[in-house]
């Protein structure tokens, strides 16, 4: 029995209270006249030496939908965003990755004749998703591939777990997760990221990865992930929008209400075996990555998730926003709150944007 080193055991407490970082007073660096702030934003050339934060086409996480349908299909509430067939999603990963981008996060569509209650589907090794894996891994080795693990694209009442009356039963739910993932991790993904927000998987999903000789895989944890709104293009892509009907996730996902409940979700999950911590959706819960980050100094990302994309796109379209300069402006906000990249709908445009300079 070994038990965590002091370093470990700092790691799970946060580094200094929240509240407190946020008030303390800087100290006194002078006054006007002779302090003038302006100065060193007088120049472009300054304004870069005193950037304190750079987005780069490393911080770039890109969702692909991808469907069985033999045509590539446009989502109407995500312009931009298509379903792609598995062929059209190889070749736009191969795309994402001469850009760059380090990685991609893969979600199934799921046809509704073979959604069922128990998500019988999620575990089938030959399913859309590990297929999908299966041909981007041989085409695009070098890409880093990450997969969902959740039942709700699966499920014939869109939610996340199985249920039992109204109840979405957590322990059963979990078992049939480790086996969704286990058939990720033999088709080849590199990061499982469960984003279910069921109690204990992540310690479950790990011990079941390592009795099948799968320490190499990696997990992401969806550790603090809201019953939000910003949800619905994502429900709209992959489908689950109808199954859900007006069921919602509040008895799993978390309260937009809380934030110190964020600390021990990530707490727990840093104790089970995460590698790596998200935050989502992104910008309406940047307090929320910037403790998590503070606190426990893990590999931190935010997920731009569907429907904030959606609010720059429509504005954008209206010509109420500059699109490209807002999704830029967002996507550095997740830097500078202290995330190590940011899962975001914008990743091919943004990188992009980048080497364009
Ligand atoms: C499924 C899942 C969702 C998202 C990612 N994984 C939706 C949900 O929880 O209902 C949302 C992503 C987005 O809105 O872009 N567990």
């Keep these: 029995m070994t038990t965590p080193s002091s370093k470990v055991r700092s790691l799970l407490r946060p580094l200094e209270p929240a509240s407190k970082a946020q008030t303390a007073t800087p100290p006194a660096y002078g006054q006007y006249p002779r302090v003038r702030m302006r100065r060193n934003r007088a120049d472009e050339w300054t304004r870069r030496l005193v950037a304190e934060n750079r987005l780069s086409v490393e911080d770039m996480i890109w969702p692909v939908f991808v469907h069985e349908g033999g045509k590539v299909e446009t989502v109407p509430s995500m312009p931009g965003v298509s379903r792609l067939t598995v062929a059209a999603a190889v070749e736009a990963v191969g795309t994402a990755g001469e850009l760059g981008i380090p990685a991609v996060a893969i979600f199934p569509v799921i046809p509704v004749d073979r959604k069922t209650p128990t998500a019988e589907e999620a575990c089938d090794p030959a399913n859309l998703c590990n297929s999908a894996v299966r041909a981007i891994k041989k085409a695009v080795p070098d890409v880093g591939i990450i997969c969902d693990v959740a039942l709700d694209p699966y499920t014939s009442h869109g939610h996340d777990g199985v249920m039992e009356g109204q109840r979405i039963l957590n322990d059963e739910t979990v ?17 499982v990221a469960p984003s279910d927000m069921m ?159």
């Design 175 to 191: 078992e049939i997760l480790c086996r969704q993932a286990l058939a990720q991790a033999e088709a080849g993904v590199d990061i």
């Design 199 to 357: 109690d204990g998987r992540i310690g479950r999903i790990r011990d079941a990865l390592d009795a099948a000789g799968r320490d190499d895989v990696r997990i992401l944890s969806y550790a603090a992930k809201y019953a939000s709104g910003f949800y619905g293009p994502f429900r709209d892509a992959v489908g689950s929008k109808s199954n859900l009907g007006q069921g919602d996730k509040r008895t799993y996902q978390m309260d937009p209400a809380n934030g110190d409940e964020a600390l021990r979700e990530c707490a727990l999950d840093v104790a089970e075996g995460a590698d790596m911590l998200m935050v989502k959706p992104g910008l309406p819960y940047l307090d929320i990555l910037y403790r998590v980050k503070q606190a426990f100094a893990l590999p931190t990302f935010a997920y731009q998730v569907s429907g904030e994309y959606a609010m720059i796109k429509a504005a954008a379209e209206r010509g109420w926003l500059d699109g490209e300069r807002v999704m830029m402006e967002s996507l550095l906000a997740f830097k500078r709150a202290g995330a190590d990249g940011v899962l975001t709908y914008f990743a091919v445009d943004a990188a992009r944007r980048l080497k364009a300079g």
